[in-house]
Structures are given as structure tokens and as C-alpha cells.
């Protein structure tokens, strides 16, 4: 019984996903692979994320620590943070971060480069052209 019932749910979250990311279906973050040591939280697969985001790992990690409020240190591959934080929190962090610093505002691509001119940062994208301005300063 309890197989049946799962399986049903796996179809709701399933088709309540596919409505939800359609746009942006052939892009995946990661899952966030999460390991809690004391009062810190590690990151193992943080290189993943910053390497799928195509920012710069130590700009991906400076928004994290401000976002979190909180110190964080990038250790190797893996980023450290302290305080207890879930694999939700990062994964709401980076859906953010993917929206405001990748994501190409005019079609939503997330094939997108950074720019710096007159120490202004422009998101370009090679997928449409478009070159927009970035609003923060963690690309
Ligand atoms: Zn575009």
C-alpha cells in the first residue's frame, strides 16, 4: 500500500515541477550535497554549483555568506559555513542566484557571461545577444 502511495506522490510533485520550471527544464542545479560537522555546515559539491553557474566560485561564496549572514570559507571544492544550514537553504539561495546574476532577463537563458566596463557589470548573453545590466555585485 505504502509503495502505491508513494509512487503517487512522486507523480503530483512530479507534474507540479514540470508546470512550474518549464521554462528553464534543460537547466538542473545540482543537488546540494550538505554535511554538518559541529556548528558548521560544508558544502562538498560547491565547485559543482560554481562551475555549472559559470561565476566566480569566491563571488558565488561572498553571496552565500551575506545571504546566510554568516562567515564561510572556501575549503578546496567544498565551501564551509557556520550555523547549521539545510540543503533547501542553499538550493533556494542559488535558485535566486541563478535568477538574479545568470539568467539572461530577456530570454531567460541561463547561457550567460559577465562583463566589466567602466567598472559597471553587464550580464551578456550568447544565447540572444542581449546585454543587460547586473543589479548586485556577487557575479
Ligand atoms: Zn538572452
Do not use: H
Not at 112 to 129: M, P
Request: with cysteine.
Amino acid at each position: 500500500m505504502s509503495g502505491e502511495y508513494d509512487a503517487l506522490l512522486e507523480r503530483i510533485r512530479g507534474s507540479l515541477n514540470d508546470g512550474k520550471d518549464a521554462s528553464r527544464s534543460r537547466f538542473e542545479l545540482p543537488p546540494a550535497d550538505v554535511m554538518w560537522e559541529g556548528q558548521r555546515t560544508y558544502l562538498r559539491n560547491f565547485a559543482e554549483f560554481a562551475k555549472v553557474l559559470r561565476r566566480d566560485p569566491l563571488k558565488i561564496l561572498q553571496y552565500l555568506s551575506k545571504e546566510f549572514a554568516v562567515p564561510a570559507e572556501k575549503i578546496g571544492d567544498k565551501a564551509m559555513f557556520i550555523g547549521k544550514r539545510e540543503p533547501d537553504d542553499f538550493a533556494r539561495l542559488f535558485r535566486i542566484y541563478l535568477r538574479e546574476y545568470v539568467e539572461c532577463p530577456t530570454c531567460k537563458s541561463p547561457d550567460t557571461g559577465t562583463i566589466k566596463e567602466n567598472r559597471i557589470s553587464f550580464l551578456v548573453c550568447e544565447a540572444c545577444g542581449a546585454k543587460s545590466t547586473l543589479k548586485g555585485k556577487y557575479a
